[in-house]
């Protein structure tokens, strides 16, 4: 075990992220990761679905604690559902006031626009 996580390469930041751009590296990276074992599942014929499912449910929860249920849930939709893989074609964002019954759709082309949206939205509920 001496040799555990020596070939881990951690980047050492000079300047701390805000929270803002913490959360969009989050998101760019989760996407990422997504969008690569979807890429091997679909294109090449290797699940690794039953491996990464651990780590899904890892982030998946720490969004969780830190966003609540909502937000993640508009989180997971960016992550898993947003996007079509095979034809890079995006699709709409559908949510409703619950205090006017006015709805809006909006399309949110990357993690910036999702931190804006979820600060929209709650914003609204206030």
């Known amino acids: 075990m001496k040799d555990f996580g020596k070939k881990l390469n951690l980047k050492k930041r000079i300047n701390p992220l805000n929270e803002k751009d913490l959360f969009c590296e989050i998101i760019d990276l989760y996407e990422s990761v997504a969008i690569r074992g979807t890429t091997l599942d679909e294109g090449i014929g290797i699940n690794l679905i039953n491996y990464d499912e651990d780590f899904y449910i890892i982030i998946e929860n720490l969004l969780f604690l830190k966003y609540g249920d909502w937000k993640t849930e508009i989180i997971n939709w960016y992550i898993w559902e947003r ?20 709805t809006k759709e909006v399309i949110i082309k990357c993690a910036e626009d999702l931190w804006d949206v979820l600060n929209d939205i709650e914003n609204q509920e206030e």
């Open 83 to 102: 996007k079509d893989i095979i034809t890079g074609e995006i699709g709409v964002l559908e949510w409703t006031n619950e205090d006017t019954d006015q």
